[in-house]
Protein backbone atom coordinates (compact mmCIF):
# COMPACT_ATOMS: atom_id res chain seq x y z
CA UNK A 1 0.00 0.00 0.00
CA UNK A 2 2.42 2.28 0.67
CA UNK A 3 4.33 2.01 -2.75
CA UNK A 4 1.78 2.17 -4.39
CA UNK A 5 0.37 5.90 -2.50
CA UNK A 6 3.73 7.22 -3.23
CA UNK A 7 3.36 6.26 -7.04
CA UNK A 8 0.10 8.07 -7.07
CA UNK A 9 1.73 11.30 -5.17
CA UNK A 10 4.76 10.92 -8.23
CA UNK A 11 1.65 10.64 -10.73
CA UNK A 12 0.06 13.61 -9.53
CA UNK A 13 3.46 15.51 -9.50
CA UNK A 14 4.19 14.93 -12.97
CA UNK A 15 0.94 16.02 -13.52
CA UNK A 16 1.49 19.48 -12.14
CA UNK A 17 4.49 19.88 -13.79
CA UNK A 18 2.92 19.55 -17.23
CA UNK A 19 0.28 22.30 -16.05
CA UNK A 20 3.15 24.57 -15.29
CA UNK A 21 4.50 24.52 -18.58
CA UNK A 22 1.38 26.77 -19.81
CA UNK A 23 1.27 29.42 -17.43
CA UNK A 24 2.39 32.64 -17.87
CA UNK A 25 5.93 33.88 -17.29
CA UNK A 26 6.40 36.29 -13.88
CA UNK A 27 7.11 39.51 -14.71
CA UNK A 28 10.70 41.05 -15.04
CA UNK A 29 11.69 42.77 -11.31
CA UNK A 30 12.39 46.00 -11.33
CA UNK A 31 14.21 48.35 -9.03
CA UNK A 32 13.12 49.97 -5.86
CA UNK A 33 13.61 53.75 -5.49
CA UNK A 34 16.46 54.44 -3.53
CA UNK A 35 17.42 50.34 -3.10
CA UNK A 36 21.31 49.66 -4.05
CA UNK A 37 22.32 49.60 -7.89
CA UNK A 38 22.97 46.25 -8.78
CA UNK A 39 23.52 44.11 -11.70
CA UNK A 40 20.40 42.97 -13.72
CA UNK A 41 18.94 39.92 -12.20
CA UNK A 42 21.32 36.72 -12.41
CA UNK A 43 22.32 38.35 -15.51
CA UNK A 44 25.83 35.93 -15.56
CA UNK A 45 23.96 33.08 -14.16
CA UNK A 46 24.14 29.75 -16.00
CA UNK A 47 20.28 29.15 -17.25
CA UNK A 48 19.10 25.87 -14.67
CA UNK A 49 16.25 23.55 -15.75
CA UNK A 50 14.01 22.44 -12.69
CA UNK A 51 12.43 19.41 -14.07
CA UNK A 52 9.85 17.25 -11.51
CA UNK A 53 11.31 14.28 -10.90
CA UNK A 54 9.67 10.53 -10.72
CA UNK A 55 11.81 7.59 -10.74
CA UNK A 56 10.70 4.06 -9.08
CA UNK A 57 12.93 1.13 -9.00
CA UNK A 58 12.61 -2.04 -6.67
CA UNK A 59 14.71 -0.17 -3.88
CA UNK A 60 13.13 3.13 -4.02
CA UNK A 61 10.78 6.06 -4.93
CA UNK A 62 11.44 9.73 -5.94
CA UNK A 63 9.34 12.39 -6.08
CA UNK A 64 10.58 15.86 -6.44
CA UNK A 65 8.14 18.74 -7.57
CA UNK A 66 9.20 22.02 -8.50
CA UNK A 67 5.92 24.82 -8.07
CA UNK A 68 8.40 27.83 -8.98
CA UNK A 69 9.75 29.90 -12.04
CA UNK A 70 13.00 28.85 -12.54
CA UNK A 71 13.92 31.32 -15.63
CA UNK A 72 13.85 34.65 -13.53
CA UNK A 73 16.36 34.14 -10.97
CA UNK A 74 18.69 31.26 -12.36
CA UNK A 75 21.23 31.78 -9.54
CA UNK A 76 18.51 30.98 -6.60
CA UNK A 77 16.99 27.73 -9.44
CA UNK A 78 21.03 26.36 -9.09
CA UNK A 79 20.51 26.93 -5.16
CA UNK A 80 17.44 25.01 -5.73
CA UNK A 81 18.51 22.21 -7.76
CA UNK A 82 21.07 21.73 -5.61
CA UNK A 83 19.64 20.95 -2.63
CA UNK A 84 17.15 18.39 -4.48
CA UNK A 85 20.18 16.58 -5.78
CA UNK A 86 21.98 16.31 -2.38
CA UNK A 87 18.81 14.63 -1.32
CA UNK A 88 18.57 12.68 -4.17
CA UNK A 89 22.26 11.44 -3.97
CA UNK A 90 21.49 10.61 -0.35
CA UNK A 91 18.48 8.71 -0.74
CA UNK A 92 20.12 6.70 -3.47
CA UNK A 93 23.30 6.01 -1.92
CA UNK A 94 21.39 4.57 0.97
CA UNK A 95 19.50 2.11 -0.82
CA UNK A 96 22.69 0.90 -2.25
CA UNK A 97 22.83 -0.50 1.44
CA UNK A 98 19.71 -1.63 2.16
CA UNK A 99 20.16 -5.73 1.26
CA UNK A 100 23.60 -5.48 2.56
CA UNK A 101 24.72 -7.27 6.46
CA UNK A 102 23.85 -4.43 8.67
CA UNK A 103 21.13 -2.28 6.12
CA UNK A 104 18.69 -0.58 8.44
CA UNK A 105 15.55 -2.39 6.76
CA UNK A 106 14.50 -4.72 3.50
CA UNK A 107 11.49 -2.40 2.88
CA UNK A 108 11.78 0.14 -0.03
CA UNK A 109 13.31 3.48 0.29
CA UNK A 110 11.51 6.59 -0.79
CA UNK A 111 11.87 10.90 -1.32
CA UNK A 112 9.21 13.58 -1.33
CA UNK A 113 10.36 16.78 -1.92
CA UNK A 114 8.96 20.03 -3.28
CA UNK A 115 9.51 23.49 -3.32
CA UNK A 116 6.89 25.88 -3.92
CA UNK A 117 7.05 29.73 -3.74
CA UNK A 118 6.10 32.46 -0.91
CA UNK A 119 7.13 35.41 -2.31
CA UNK A 120 8.21 36.98 -5.07
CA UNK A 121 8.59 40.60 -5.21
CA UNK A 122 11.42 42.87 -6.93
CA UNK A 123 13.31 42.77 -3.44
CA UNK A 124 12.61 39.70 -1.91
CA UNK A 125 12.11 36.33 -3.39
CA UNK A 126 11.33 33.19 -1.28
CA UNK A 127 10.80 29.42 -1.49
CA UNK A 128 10.25 26.85 0.64
CA UNK A 129 11.27 22.86 0.44
CA UNK A 130 9.66 20.37 2.50
CA UNK A 131 9.74 16.78 2.40
CA UNK A 132 10.38 13.96 3.77
CA UNK A 133 13.42 10.75 3.14
CA UNK A 134 12.43 7.67 4.25
CA UNK A 135 15.25 5.34 4.77
CA UNK A 136 13.57 2.90 7.26
CA UNK A 137 12.12 3.03 10.87
CA UNK A 138 9.07 4.53 11.99
CA UNK A 139 8.50 7.21 9.94
CA UNK A 140 10.95 9.44 7.17
CA UNK A 141 13.04 12.05 8.40
CA UNK A 142 11.85 15.94 7.60
CA UNK A 143 13.89 17.69 4.39
CA UNK A 144 12.49 21.27 5.77
CA UNK A 145 14.71 24.49 3.95
CA UNK A 146 13.78 28.04 3.39
CA UNK A 147 15.30 29.91 0.70
CA UNK A 148 15.52 33.85 0.85
CA UNK A 149 16.68 35.22 -2.31
CA UNK A 150 17.60 39.30 -2.89
CA UNK A 151 17.28 39.70 -6.84
CA UNK A 152 19.21 43.35 -6.65
CA UNK A 153 21.59 42.41 -4.21
CA UNK A 154 22.20 38.75 -6.42
CA UNK A 155 22.69 36.69 -2.76
CA UNK A 156 20.90 34.70 -0.38
CA UNK A 157 19.87 36.17 2.80
CA UNK A 158 21.08 34.43 5.71
CA UNK A 159 19.92 34.68 9.49
CA UNK A 160 23.91 35.09 10.35
CA UNK A 161 23.89 38.28 7.79
CA UNK A 162 20.49 39.75 8.58
CA UNK A 163 21.51 39.83 12.78
CA UNK A 164 25.13 39.74 13.29
CA UNK A 165 25.04 40.50 17.02
CA UNK A 166 24.80 38.80 20.33
CA UNK A 167 22.43 41.21 21.84
CA UNK A 168 20.02 40.89 18.94
CA UNK A 169 19.30 37.32 18.77
CA UNK A 170 19.03 37.05 22.27
CA UNK A 171 15.98 39.54 22.06
CA UNK A 172 14.58 37.28 19.06
CA UNK A 173 15.40 34.43 21.42
CA UNK A 174 13.26 35.30 24.08
CA UNK A 175 10.46 36.62 21.85
CA UNK A 176 10.30 33.09 20.29
CA UNK A 177 10.70 31.00 23.25
CA UNK A 178 8.18 32.97 24.80
CA UNK A 179 5.31 32.12 21.68
CA UNK A 180 6.74 28.50 21.87
CA UNK A 181 6.08 27.61 25.39
CA UNK A 182 3.14 29.56 25.22
CA UNK A 183 1.52 27.37 22.66
CA UNK A 184 2.74 24.53 24.46
CA UNK A 185 0.44 25.23 27.83
CA UNK A 186 -2.46 25.56 24.96
CA UNK A 187 -1.88 22.06 23.82
CA UNK A 188 -1.45 20.37 26.81
CA UNK A 189 -4.57 22.24 28.26
CA UNK A 190 -6.55 20.95 25.17
CA UNK A 191 -5.43 17.48 26.09
CA UNK A 192 -7.10 17.88 29.74
CA UNK A 193 -4.39 15.51 31.16
CA UNK A 194 -3.75 14.67 35.02
CA UNK A 195 -1.38 16.96 36.67
CA UNK A 196 1.21 14.82 37.06
CA UNK A 197 1.38 13.99 33.28
CA UNK A 198 0.81 17.60 32.42
CA UNK A 199 3.70 18.35 34.31
CA UNK A 200 6.12 15.85 32.91
CA UNK A 201 5.00 16.52 29.71
CA UNK A 202 5.51 20.81 29.84
CA UNK A 203 9.08 19.93 31.44
CA UNK A 204 10.33 17.51 28.48
CA UNK A 205 8.90 19.88 26.11
CA UNK A 206 10.07 23.21 27.96
CA UNK A 207 13.63 21.55 28.11
CA UNK A 208 13.61 20.87 23.53
CA UNK A 209 11.91 24.45 23.07
CA UNK A 210 15.08 26.04 25.06
CA UNK A 211 17.68 24.05 23.65
CA UNK A 212 16.38 24.49 19.93
CA UNK A 213 16.42 28.17 20.15
CA UNK A 214 19.77 29.35 21.90
CA UNK A 215 20.79 33.01 21.13
CA UNK A 216 22.33 31.97 17.90
CA UNK A 217 21.75 32.50 14.18
CA UNK A 218 22.39 28.70 13.54
CA UNK A 219 18.95 27.71 15.47
CA UNK A 220 17.44 30.20 13.49
CA UNK A 221 18.25 29.39 10.17
CA UNK A 222 15.49 28.72 8.64
CA UNK A 223 12.85 31.91 7.75
CA UNK A 224 9.68 33.29 5.74
CA UNK A 225 9.28 36.77 4.92
CA UNK A 226 5.59 37.82 5.84
CA UNK A 227 4.28 40.68 3.49
CA UNK A 228 2.99 43.99 4.75
CA UNK A 229 0.53 45.80 2.98
CA UNK A 230 3.24 48.31 1.75
CA UNK A 231 4.88 46.14 -0.26
CA UNK A 232 7.44 45.51 2.39
CA UNK A 233 7.99 43.06 4.76
CA UNK A 234 5.92 42.82 8.10
CA UNK A 235 8.50 40.88 10.07
CA UNK A 236 9.71 36.89 9.56
CA UNK A 237 8.44 33.52 10.26
CA UNK A 238 10.89 31.49 12.06
CA UNK A 239 10.45 27.97 10.97
CA UNK A 240 11.68 24.89 13.14
CA UNK A 241 11.66 21.53 11.88
CA UNK A 242 10.37 18.28 13.79
CA UNK A 243 12.94 17.77 16.29
CA UNK A 244 14.22 21.04 17.15
CA UNK A 245 11.60 22.37 19.31
CA UNK A 246 9.45 19.32 20.62
CA UNK A 247 8.63 15.93 19.23
CA UNK A 248 8.09 14.56 15.94
CA UNK A 249 4.29 14.28 16.67
CA UNK A 250 4.27 17.95 16.92
CA UNK A 251 5.52 18.65 13.11
CA UNK A 252 7.19 21.65 12.16
CA UNK A 253 6.54 24.90 13.71
CA UNK A 254 6.87 28.52 13.18
CA UNK A 255 6.89 31.47 15.14
CA UNK A 256 6.28 35.09 13.82
CA UNK A 257 8.28 37.85 14.63
CA UNK A 258 6.76 41.21 14.17
CA UNK A 259 9.08 43.77 12.30
CA UNK A 260 9.14 46.17 15.34
CA UNK A 261 10.48 43.71 16.77
CA UNK A 262 13.14 42.99 14.61
CA UNK A 263 14.28 46.04 13.13
CA UNK A 264 16.84 47.23 16.11
CA UNK A 265 18.32 44.38 15.65
CA UNK A 266 18.69 43.91 11.88
CA UNK A 267 21.60 44.68 10.24
CA UNK A 268 21.57 48.31 8.85
CA UNK A 269 21.81 47.68 4.94
CA UNK A 270 18.85 45.74 5.23
CA UNK A 271 16.11 47.32 7.45
CA UNK A 272 14.72 49.16 4.52
CA UNK A 273 12.92 45.54 3.22
CA UNK A 274 10.71 46.46 6.71
CA UNK A 275 8.00 47.75 7.23
CA UNK A 276 9.50 51.36 9.57
CA UNK A 277 12.98 50.59 8.89
Known sequence: MKRLFMLSLLSLAVLAGCKREGEPAAPATTATPGAPVAPAPDAAAPAVELKDVAESTPDYIIGISYQVPASQHPALAAELKKYADAARADLIEAAKTRGQPGGATSAPYDLSLSFTELMNTPSVVAVAADGSSYTGGAHGAPLV?????????????????L???????????????????????????????PAEERAEIVKNASRMIDDGTEPAPTDFALFEPMAAPDGKLGGLRFVFAPYQVGPYSDGTQTVEVPADVLIPFVSPEYRSLFTGG
Request: glycine share 4%.
Open 145 to 161: ARFVWLPQQQRMLTARE
Open 163 to 193: VRDDKGWAAISGYVREQLHSALSQRVDADDL
